[in-house]
C-alpha cells in the first residue's frame, strides 16, 4: 500500500478517536425480585446531540431462559438479558449497533430510560453500569478518551510498514 495514504489514514483516525467525548454512569437499581417490569433511569450529558457508542452492563439475578428478557432503551430494543443462570448473579453486557444507536439517538435524549421486561419470569436487578461516547452541540470542555485500541493498531502496522520496506 502507498505509505503516504497509510499515514494519512493513520492520523486521521487518531485525531477522530481522541477528540470521541466519554461519559459513564452507574446506577444501583436494586430491584425487588420481581416479575413486573423494572426501569431505571440513566442520566446523559446536557449538551449531547448524537451518542456514537454505548455499552451498557447489567447485573440480573434468576435469568432462567436466553432470549426471553428484552432489554430497551428510551423504548428502543437493544437486545436480551443472558439466560441459563438459575438462581445465580450475571452480568450481561450489551452494545447496540449503530442503526439502533441511531434510533436511541433519536428519541429525546435528556436522559436515558433503560427497561427490562420479565414478562412473568421472577428476577432481579442489582446494577446498570452505561459507558457512552458522544457528540456535543457546543464548545465546552471536553473529556478526552485515552487513544483507541484501533489507533494504536494503526500506528503500528504503519511503523512496521516502514521497517520492511527499509529492510528489505
Ligand atoms: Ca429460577
Ligand atoms: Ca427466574
Known sequence: ???????????????????????SDTVNVNSAYTNSPISWVH???????????????IKAYDVDNSDYIPVSINGIQIGYLNGGHNNQWDTTTLTPDSDTLKQISDTNLSSLTVEVNPGGEYMEIDTSELTIEYESDDGGTPVKTPIPFIAIILTIAFMSSIIYYKIK
Do not use: A, D, R
Open 43 to 57: 442520566t446523559i450529558p446536557s449538551n449531547c446531540t448524537n451518542i456514537t457508542s454505548l455499552t451498557i452492563k
Open 1 to 23: 500500500m502507498n505509505k503516504t495514504i497509510l499515514l494519512i489514514l493513520c492520523l486521521f483516525g487518531s485525531i477522530v478517536c481522541v477528540n470521541g467525548e466519554s461519559y
